[in-house]
């Protein structure tokens, strides 16, 4: 049972241009997300997160929006750059509430890949 | 301050051997946990444990994988007579008390022939 999916495995932009990375979940439960970024032969690194009280979520470059009643969340880059090529996941607290330190659940992730 | 350290970064093993990955959390951290990528995968979770004591291994196989996480040393992540089917990423991540978002290694790769 997948409870955290990203349906699109990969997607091409152009740079400057916006990027949107979504994910759907499907356990009501949630409430905190997260979005880390790899590069291959790297681990993965944090990137941006947002809790279920909220809607949006800003850091600089990165955007995450969160739309409760749809269970969907979206990154998005603007403007995008060469540098931000890489693999994108979400992710989700499996261990039930937001603090909680133990296990996330991941999405399949989304190859970005920005074109200079 | 140094992060993660997972080693070794590459492992072959031949079918029936034994793996062991070793991981050093980041300085002040106390938790650890073991995700496993197998190929065109996302990362699943396998194993979180704290300073002797094993706190959620529900996504371990039953068989052949155990993980430990000593007073003194890395954590280790065991797996006994390989198959080629255990051929993934494996990643380490470290977390301090009550923190979100934590701090994964470089992962080891693991190839069983």
């Known amino acids: 049972d997948q409870q955290v999916k990203q349906n699109s495995p990969s997607l091409s932009v152009q740079e400057g241009r916006i990027s949107i990375l979504n994910c759907d979940y499907t356990?009501?439960?949630?409430?905190?997300f997260l979005w880390y970024k790899k590069y291959p032969a790297e681990g993965p690194t944090f990137l941006i997160s947002?809790?279920?009280?909220?809607d949006k979520n800003e850091d600089g470059r990165f955007t995450v929006f969160l739309n409760k009643s749809a269970k969907h969340l979206s990154l998005h880059i603007v403007p995008s750059q060469p540098g931000d090529s890489a693999v994108y996941f979400c992710?989700?607290?499996?261990?039930?509430?937001?603090?909680?330190?133990?296990?996330?659940?991941f999405g399949q992730g989304t190859t970005l890949q920005v074109k200079p | 301050n140094a992060g993660v350290m997972q080693n070794p970064r590459h492992l072959v093993r031949r079918r029936g051997q034994e793996a062991r990955l070793r991981c050093s959390p980041m300085?002040?951290?106390?938790?650890v946990y073991w995700y496993r990528q197998l190929p065109e995968e996302g990362l699943k979770f396998m194993v979180y444990?704290?300073?002797?004591?094993?706190?959620?291994e529900s996504g371990m196989p039953k068989e052949r994988f155990s993980a430990e996480f000593p007073k003194e040393g890395p954590s280790i992540l065991r797996i006994q007579q390989v198959v080629r089917g255990d051929s993934a990423a494996y990643f380490c991540?470290?977390?301090?008390?009550?923190?979100?978002?934590?701090?994964f290694g470089s992962g080891t790769r693991l190839t069983v022939v």
């Open positions: 992710a989700a607290p499996g261990g039930g509430g937001s603090g909680n330190t133990g296990k996330l659940i």
């Open positions: 444990l704290q300073k002797e004591n094993i706190i959620d």
């Open positions: 947002i809790s279920s009280i909220k």
């Open positions: 300085k002040g951290h106390s938790h």
């Open positions: 356990n009501s439960m949630f409430d905190y």
């Open positions: 991540a470290s977390s301090p008390p009550g923190r979100y978002g934590y701090t």
